[in-house]
């Protein structure tokens, strides 16, 4: 009889301790609830899970961690109490309970607690709390707080107001944030204090030809920043950076600057499934005499091409100024698909950056005599012309401050050299180039929520003596389409005709449309895309066929560099008539090391 009780006792007791420990309430499941230590029981599982350091600041080391260290054998009530309430307080539950009980403590986590609603007491143009992504019904943290707080100050200061102060805090119980802002007065830039950690022989002024911002001006930190990374990519600075003075003298900034050393060296080295490796080498001369001129030599190889670069950037007619005269000699040898060909360049002219209306634009002009010897292709064997270079470079502020992760505007640069025939020249010719990008951020959205990126080009050859007159253009004048710079669903270079027995057209274009949506994966940034382009037998117009191809595609900014892939598939419109013949495939595309 006693038997049959037990057993009645047990079927009933059994599914109501099953269901307790599925709700996360048993005290001893291995769903997270129960003892965290001798003295303290939760009731509720917390997620995610403390971590054995956490819970050494709770319950000592000899409980959890098996540690020997008496100091942390025993931790008082009191000190284990607060520190579990920072651990709670950094995974949103904000509102545990904590009830004594005979051998000590009982916690009830609560429920999360998470972000309805982002507000600002100050109205300043162009402050949007709403831009403010991942935030709203994202858990209430201290560590959100504070993004939320620096993302604010950081935005002031981009509007003007360096010397804000900004504090964010949270309502637990209705899950509203409130960020105080004290804007202060505005800060219009009025002069540049500079400092410098190391020898500084050289006029302190020549720092000025970097700037972004103008004198007068509102403080823009995005403008400052560009600024300091200019500098920094020159070689004038190891490390620079600007402070605004925000007691007593009105509209002073200070930058500081790390000098490095005068003989700058650097290395790259890349993998990618067009040239299979790349690798690059740079000695660079800096800051030489009070102007702090610049030279260099750069030596760039790959499977496909091995290009060495000199160059002497010689400063007037002041220290401060952005003019120079750059000589350049250039040796290279390209292997591609339709051509093989060996050529040296020897150019000079003036060369200056200019910074106006939220744009920075460079620009380069001056006499060039290039010389090519063709092993094949569609070209005379040797070609050499004297003529006039012209490279022009804009980027829009937005687009420079963001060049390390796509976040929005435009940038373009043109190409154009001319030469006429038997003026130190056996050919003539007239050749442009332009390339552009253009991103969109849609609802402007920090971090991004989807990027649109537009980016085209259009070549253009002008032979001096007609069509009739392309094969007498040494290679690289001609015109050919394919790979990840144009149409990434054909190989480099690969049209007009695959099998490279036809030379290129006297005009090319292309467009190519990037959807990039924010998939919350971290610094994976997966990609749709969709290239168009046609080649055209004549200067002014593209001709049938249109090729095109969808596709796929992957960033990832890796430990070891910017990761890059894509899959695309290319396909040509219709067949014509004396043309080569159809191209449709897969083409796939991987890099390591490469910008984006």
């Avoid at 020549?206 to 560009?226: N, T, V």
């Avoid at 050499?384 to 804009?394: F, M, N, Q």
Wanted: glycine share 10%; hydrophobic share 40%.
């Amino acid at each position: 009889m006693a038997v049959w009780r037990l057993a009645c006792i047990f079927c009933h007791v059994l599914p109501m301790w099953l269901t307790a420990a599925l709700l996360g309430l048993a005290p001893f499941t291995v769903l997270g609830a129960g003892l965290l230590c001798p003295e303290i029981e939760v009731t509720e599982k917390i997620e995610p899970p403390l971590s054995d350091n956490e819970l050494r600041f709770i319950c000592g080391e000899s409980t959890k961690t098996g540690g020997k260290s008496e100091g942390w054998s025993k931790i008082p009530m009191g000190q284990a109490v607060l520190s579990l309430r920072g651990f709670l307080q950094s995974r949103g539950l904000l509102r545990p309970s904590f009830v004594p009980v005979k051998n000590g403590i009982r916690v009830t986590p609560g429920p999360v607690t998470r972000v309805t609603s982002l507000k600002t007491n100050v109205e300043i143009s162009g402050l949007d709390m709403s831009r403010k992504r991942r935030v709203l019904g994202e858990p209430m943290t201290p560590s959100l707080l504070d993004s939320v707080t620096a993302w604010t100050r950081s935005e002031l200061s981009r509007l003007g107001y360096p010397c804000g102060t900004v504090q964010a805090a949270g309502d637990p119980e209705t899950g509203a944030v409130f960020v105080r802002v004290e804007r202060g007065d505005r800060f219009f830039v009025q002069s540049i204090e500079t400092r410098f950690q190391g020898e500084a022989d050289f006029d302190p002024s020549s720092l000025r030809r970097f700037d972004a911002f103008k004198f007068g001006a509102p403080y823009d930190s995005r403008l400052l920043a560009i600024s300091a990374d200019r500098t920094i990519t020159d070689g004038m600075a190891e490390r620079t950076f600007f402070v605004p003075v925000c007691t007593g003298k009105s509209g002073v900034v200070q930058q500081e600057s790390i000098l490095g050393e005068k003989r700058i060296l650097s290395a790259g080295f890349g993998l990618n499934t067009e040239e299979v490796s790349t690798a690059s080498l740079s000695l660079k001369r800096v800051r030489l005499g009070e102007k702090a001129s610049a030279a260099s030599a750069e030596a760039r190889v790959s499977f496909k091409e091995q290009q060495i670069t000199t160059y002497y950037d010689w400063r007037f007619p002041s220290p401060s100024s952005r003019h120079s005269i750059r000589p350049v000699i250039e040796l290279r040898h390209r292997n591609e698909n339709p051509y093989e060909f060996y050529s040296e360049r020897i150019l000079t002219g003036y060369s200056s950056t200019f910074d106006f209306s939220g744009v920075g634009l460079g620009v380069f002009l001056g006499p060039e005599f290039r010389v090519y010897q063709t092993r094949r292709g569609f070209s005379a064997d040797r070609r050499h012309a004297l003529g006039l270079d012209l490279e022009l470079r804009i980027i829009s502020h937005e687009n420079e401050f963001n060049r390390t992760k796509l976040g929005g505007g435009f940038r373009a640069a043109l190409d154009a050299r001319s030469n006429v025939n038997e003026f130190v020249s056996n050919f003539g010719s007239t050749i442009a180039r332009l390339r552009f990008e253009n991103v969109w951020n849609f609802s402007n959205f920090d971090p991004p929520l989807l990027l649109a990126v537009l980016r085209g080009g259009y070549s253009a050859t002008f032979p001096q003596n007609g069509v009739g007159a392309l094969q007498e253009l040494p290679p690289d004048d001609q015109n050919f389409l394919g790979g990840i710079a144009d149409l990434r669903g054909f190989s480099r270079m690969e049209l007009p005709n695959p099998e490279g027995l036809s030379p290129g057209g006297l005009s090319a274009g292309y467009l190519g449309l990037e959807l990039r949506p924010d998939l919350l994966l971290g610094e994976v940034e997966p990609m749709l895309f969709v290239d168009v382009g046609a080649l055209g037998r004549s200067s002014y117009f593209l001709d049938d066929p249109i090729y095109w191809s969808p596709g796929v595609g992957l960033n990832w900014n890796s430990p070891l560099g910017v990761l890059r892939t894509t899959l695309a598939h290319g396909y040509t419109t219709r067949q014509v008539p004396g043309a080569a013949p159809l191209v449709s495939h897969w083409q796939f595309y991987f890099s390591l090391g490469e910008p984006l």
